[in-house]
């Protein structure tokens, strides 16, 4: 009798397991020098990665509800998200954004006012096999198409150096949220301060705590996550570009 109701709960357990959405998406806390973050970490060759502006009726997602509510209607649902990149307050790309291979913001290379302009800027490209943060002068160089890409600033890390603009002794405080890629390319690692922090602690996380060699800025007042991992469903702003794991529903 012990024997058959073990195995009922092992298969019970099995049913449970298949049933539920597996994800290759890693997310966890930390805590470094007195400031926690929130880490996530996906991986190309598991996770399908999208960028999400506007649905079929064109209208403008904003929020992570908003944008799950539409997966789902499609048999999908998202297992990871984060606002993706600086928008105008139509919430329109400020910078560079292709979606399924169509660009609907043009590449922008010159210095300008605020963050995005404060070069040395960048972009992430998604590919369907790669993921990779590029700044803006080597992408142009390159002449590299993108599935998906989104263009903000400024350059965190580059080349494993950080941005040459940003001083220890800063008073510019905020919540920030960014990402970082290995040079395998399919591996990338997002984000998000739980606390103020500067523009010089931020990027410090990326290059010398997590060790990528190239990492770039999302935004800081709207940033905002979403990670069931964490239970985290961030409420906030209306965002612009978002970028997600979506996978197929069981």
Known sequence: ??????????????LVWFAAPVWAVECH????????????????????????LRGADGLLYGEFTTLN?????????????????????????????????????????GASVGNFGLLPNGLLCLTDR????????????RKQSCRFATQSGPMLVIDGALHPRFLKQSK????????????NGVEAI??????????????????????????????????RLFAPILNRNDPGRKMGPIIAAVRSKP
């Open 69 to 109: 509510t539409a997966l789902e209607a499609q048999g999908q649902t998202l297992g990871f998200a984060m606002n993706a990149g600086m928008y105008h307050p139509d919430r329109r790309p400020v910078g560079y954004y292709v979606e399924e291979g169509a660009e609907y913001m043009r590449l922008l290379s």
């Open 29 to 52: 806390d930390l805590q470094l020098q007195g400031t926690g973050y929130s880490v996530c970490k996906i991986d190309m060759r598991h996770d399908d990665m999208r960028l999400f």
């Open 130 to 141: 790669s993921i990779e943060v590029v700044e803006t002068r080597r992408f142009m160089a």
């Open 190 to 223: 997002f984000v998000m301060s739980k606390s103020l922090v500067t523009f010089h602690q931020f990027a410090s996380l990326f290059k010398d705590y997590l060790g990528v060699p190239q990492a770039l800025y999302f935004d800081g007042n709207v940033s």
């Open 1 to 14: 009798m012990r024997c058959l109701w073990l195995c009922l709960l092992w298969f019970f357990a099995a």
């Open 172 to 183: 510019s405080r905020y919540r920030r949220n960014g990402v970082g890629t290995r040079a």
